[in-house]
């Protein structure tokens, strides 16, 4: 199964975008749905298959205040980056994979939980 970040971006303007990355795809729309069917466009039919559950992008006991900040500070040296035809260091490209990795963990620790609470 292919592991999918999506991140809410501030882009100016009073407006909001997202971005949904996995290790080797990125896409962005104006909604989380519009970026990820975007990525999943961009996928090999055998790594479609997904169940996703959308919640507010806030920090919790599973994925923290912290993590979010760094990965938000991330995701913003990784734009300018890109813009500059650059890319990260490799310390920060780890980092932001990390990160990313940790979001999906805790997106699955989070389904679990809600399966448990629908009684599954």
Do not use: C, N
Request: hydrophobic share 40%.
């Amino acid at each position: 199964m292919t592991k999918v970040g999506l991140i809410q971006e501030d882009v100016g303007g009073g407006e909001t975008t997202f971005r949904a990355v996995t290790s080797h795809s990125q896409a962005m729309g104006r909604t989380a749905g519009e970026a990820l069917d975007a990525l999943t466009s961009q996928l090999p039919a055998d790594e479609i298959d997904t169940l996703i559950i959308v919640r507010g992008l806030r920090p919790d006991r599973f994925f923290t205040e912290a993590q979010r900040y760094r990965l938000e500070q991330l995701m913003s040296t990784w734009r300018s980056a890109r813009d500059a035809g650059t890319s990260l260091s490799p310390e920060e490209q780890s980092e932001l994979e990390e990160l990313i990795d940790a979001e999906v963990r805790a997106a699955t620790v989070r389904a679990d939980v809600l399966r448990h609470g629908l009684g599954s």
